[in-house]
């Protein structure tokens, strides 16, 4: 942020901010091939995938993966395990024939179970995951077995958090704005062949195969965000990678978990084997409670805890850029505020 605030007005001695910047600048060009380069390094993506910058957030995209991928006559798959999920389920529905290979619901999406038993036909066009759950807080820790059938994935909420095989995926997308940058951009990473699949009725600004052949700049792409991207990546690989990101993350979501498990007060509502790195969701003996936990909380400096309204209850969430010393705070004010009221 203090880089960005640094460069806003003049980037690089050019007399002028990057969000003034031409998306067809030498200066653009630089700094969107530059935040490709850090996430292929990363996530050590191969040359058979592509690293795309699309617009729409994750939304878009769970419209647009049925309106590319979907063969006809053969069935999308989707393990519905939450909120963004079941939005997903609700778009490709509009477009073909849906299955539904895992269902939480029936739990209240506390868990994802074992993905690696799942039925995966394979003559389906897709099969899709949510790789976390950032509402109900649960993120899977292995991936189904979807053979020759695609896997997609909605990360986007713990993309860049741990490291990643991704040639197991056919198609990865993520908003920005949890783990890499501001909101404006989408990250997708698509296996190239899948290009191919595209239909022709498909309008050309939401073809995958338009953005691949003009190289995300096939209109003016979110010059800005792109650019914030490119400085968090740049930071990442100054941490030292996604295995040492994925340590902190590990570090962090313990000590909250912890700190619940150990209270006899505050409870956990995921299944402590699919417990999310990134959202730590939990409840108080009653709402009342809660209400008075968020609004101390505020009062102490420790925002944006309300659960989502979905689903209530709070949520601590641990997105990359939550430092250590954040989860501590919240760690001692839990304990106080049990002590207040317990
Ligand atoms: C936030 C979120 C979305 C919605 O993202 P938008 O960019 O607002 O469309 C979708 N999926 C997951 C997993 C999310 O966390």
Redesign the pocket.
Same mark, same amino acid.
């Given at each position: 942020m203090l880089q960005a605030q640094s460069e806003f007005a003049d980037f690089h001695g050019l007399g002028h901010g990057i969000v003034e910047a031409s998306h067809r600048s030498a200066a653009y060009k630089e700094i969107q091939e530059r935040a490709e380069a850090n996430i292929r390094e990363l996530l050590a993506i191969d040359e058979d995938h592509e690293i795309l910058f699309l617009q @729409? @957030? &994750? !939304?878009?995209?769970?419209a647009m993966v049925p309106m590319n991928l979907m063969l006809p006559g053969r069935p999308a798959l989707y393990a519905d395990t @939450?909120v963004?999920?079941c939005? +997903?389920i609700q778009e490709a529905r509009l477009m073909g024939e849906v299955e539904v290979v895992f269902d939480g619901k029936p739990t209240g999406y506390s868990g994802i179970g074992d993905p690696t038993g799942w039925q995966i036909r394979q003559d389906a066009s897709y099969a899709f995951i949510? $790789? #976390? #759950? $950032?509402?109900e807080g649960t993120q899977y820790r292995v991936w189904p077995e979807t053979g020759a059938v695609p896997l997609v994935a =909605?990360? !986007? !909420? =713990?993309i860049l958090s741990r490291p990643v095989d991704v040639s197991r995926f056919g198609l990865i997308f &993520? @908003?920005?704005?949890?783990n890499i940058g501001p +909101?404006g951009v $989408?990250l997708v990473i698509l296996r190239k062949e899948l290009l191919s699949r595209v239909p022709p009725q498909v309008p050309a600004i939401l073809r995958y195969s338009t953005h691949s052949a003009q190289r995300s700049v096939y209109n003016t792409p979110p010059v800005f965000a792109v650019y914030m991207v490119a400085l968090v990546t740049d930071w990442l690989k100054k941490l030292g990678g996604l295995q040492i990101v994925d340590r902190l993350n590990t570090a962090k979501s313990r000590m909250l978990y912890d700190a619940i498990d150990s209270s006899g007060f505050y409870r956990g509502t995921a299944q402590p084997n699919d417990r999310s790195k990134m959202n730590v969701t939990f409840r108080l003996p009653d709402e009342g409670l809660e209400s008075r936990f968020i609004r101390e909380a505020e009062a102490a400096g420790l925002v944006g805890l309300k659960g989502h309204r979905a689903v209530g209850g709070i949520r601590a969430s641990c997105y990359n850029a939550m430092p250590k010393e954040g989860v501590l705070a919240l760690v001692d004010f839990m304990a106080d505020f049990q002590k207040r009221n317990g």
């Amino acid at each position: 942020m203090l880089q960005a605030q640094s460069e806003f007005a003049d980037f690089h001695g050019l007399g002028h901010g990057i969000v003034e910047a031409s998306h067809r600048s030498a200066a653009y060009k630089e700094i969107q091939e530059r935040a490709e380069a850090n996430i292929r390094e990363l996530l050590a993506i191969d040359e058979d995938h592509e690293i795309l910058f699309l617009q @729409g @957030g &994750a !939304s878009l995209q769970f419209a647009m993966v049925p309106m590319n991928l979907m063969l006809p006559g053969r069935p999308a798959l989707y393990a519905d395990t @939450g909120v963004w999920p079941c939005r +997903a389920i609700q778009e490709a529905r509009l477009m073909g024939e849906v299955e539904v290979v895992f269902d939480g619901k029936p739990t209240g999406y506390s868990g994802i179970g074992d993905p690696t038993g799942w039925q995966i036909r394979q003559d389906a066009s897709y099969a899709f995951i949510c $790789t #976390n #759950n $950032t509402i109900e807080g649960t993120q899977y820790r292995v991936w189904p077995e979807t053979g020759a059938v695609p896997l997609v994935a =909605d990360m !986007s !909420s =713990d993309i860049l958090s741990r490291p990643v095989d991704v040639s197991r995926f056919g198609l990865i997308f &993520a @908003g920005a704005q949890k783990n890499i940058g501001p +909101a404006g951009v $989408t990250l997708v990473i698509l296996r190239k062949e899948l290009l191919s699949r595209v239909p022709p009725q498909v309008p050309a600004i939401l073809r995958y195969s338009t953005h691949s052949a003009q190289r995300s700049v096939y209109n003016t792409p979110p010059v800005f965000a792109v650019y914030m991207v490119a400085l968090v990546t740049d930071w990442l690989k100054k941490l030292g990678g996604l295995q040492i990101v994925d340590r902190l993350n590990t570090a962090k979501s313990r000590m909250l978990y912890d700190a619940i498990d150990s209270s006899g007060f505050y409870r956990g509502t995921a299944q402590p084997n699919d417990r999310s790195k990134m959202n730590v969701t939990f409840r108080l003996p009653d709402e009342g409670l809660e209400s008075r936990f968020i609004r101390e909380a505020e009062a102490a400096g420790l925002v944006g805890l309300k659960g989502h309204r979905a689903v209530g209850g709070i949520r601590a969430s641990c997105y990359n850029a939550m430092p250590k010393e954040g989860v501590l705070a919240l760690v001692d004010f839990m304990a106080d505020f049990q002590k207040r009221n317990g």
